[in-house]
Nanobody, 126 residues
Framework: QVQLVESGGGLVQAGGSLRLSCAAS????????MAWFRQAPGNEREFVVG????????YYANSVKGRFTISRDNAKNTVSLQMNNLKPEDTAVYYC???????????????????WGQGTQVTVSS
């Protein structure tokens, strides 16, 4: 069992930056692909970015490519999301998720992720 706790959300003006963090419990954090998803009111939860177990592979949604950067520290059981040049359409609840895949890759379907955090709100004002 893995518990995920997000932090770092908040209110920021368009063009600003935020850094989200996700702390994971358990000693096998390095065996999980980690990802960030988001869900805006009235919308389905969508994939934002993911990072493979070793950190060697990342995959970004087109909407955030060039603005967001994911990283992980397997020694500290944390995954972070640096969000720059934020736009109002980035407003959503952001969720950290863990995938128990044995492959060194990133999968984008919500159905494939085994553990989820409680979410943290990101609001970008125009």
């Amino acid at each position: 069992q893995v518990q995920l706790v997000e932090s770092g959300g908040g209110l920021v003006q368009a063009g600003g930056s935020l850094r989200l963090s996700c702390a994971a419990s358990g000693r096998i954090f390095s065996t999980y692909t980690m990802a960030w998803f988001r869900q805006a009111p009235g919308n389905e939860r969508e994939f934002v970015v993911g990072i493979s177990r070793s950190g060697g592979n990342t995959y970004y949604a087109n909407s955030v490519k060039g603005r967001f950067t994911i990283s992980r520290d397997n020694a500290k059981n944390t995954v972070s999301l640096q969000m720059n040049n934020l736009k109002p359409e980035d407003t959503a609840v952001y969720y950290c998720a863990a995938d128990r895949t044995t492959l060194e890759l990133v999968r984008i379907s919500t159905d494939l992720y085994d553990y989820w955090g409680q979410g943290t709100q990101v609001t970008v004002s125009s």
